[in-house]
Nanobody, 123 residues
């Protein structure tokens, strides 16, 4: 199983960025996909998740209304559209795949992880 996250970069506050995560080696339609992030010097934290069973997305309060998760099952790819970015969104972003139904927010609920992509938001 391989998850490859990409699309990170440097963006000004208020800008937008879209991250992608391409999955291979698994039955993508049976996995709930999630995004986590780890800000500099802090613990990894939940960002959002999209359930394989119902397609419903759940988000952390800190990103709700600004970030949107979507998935393209034909391309085995999950996306994280990030709008109205803030300096506090600066982090390494990771995608993850888990067999649980939608809504799981713990990192231990996810079996496979991508390598991370760095997002830097300048003020």
């Amino acid at each position: 199983v391989q998850l490859q996250a990409y699309g990170g970069g440097l963006v000004q506050a208020g800008g937008s960025l879209r991250l992608s995560c391409a999955a291979s080696g698994l039955t993508f339609t049976r996995y709930t996909m999630a995004w986590f992030r780890q800000p500099p010097g802090k613990e990894r934290e939940f960002v959002g998740t999209n359930g394989w069973n119902d397609g419903v997305s759940y988000y952390a309060d800190s990103v709700k209304g600004r970030f949107t998760i979507s998935r393209d099952n034909a391309k085995n790819t999950v996306y994280l559209q990030m709008n109205s970015l803030k300096p506090e969104d600066t982090a390494v972003y990771y995608c993850a795949a888990g067999l649980w139904d939608s809504g799981r927010r713990g990192s231990r609920d996810y079996n496979y992880w991508g390598q991370g992509t760095l997002v830097t938001v300048s003020s």
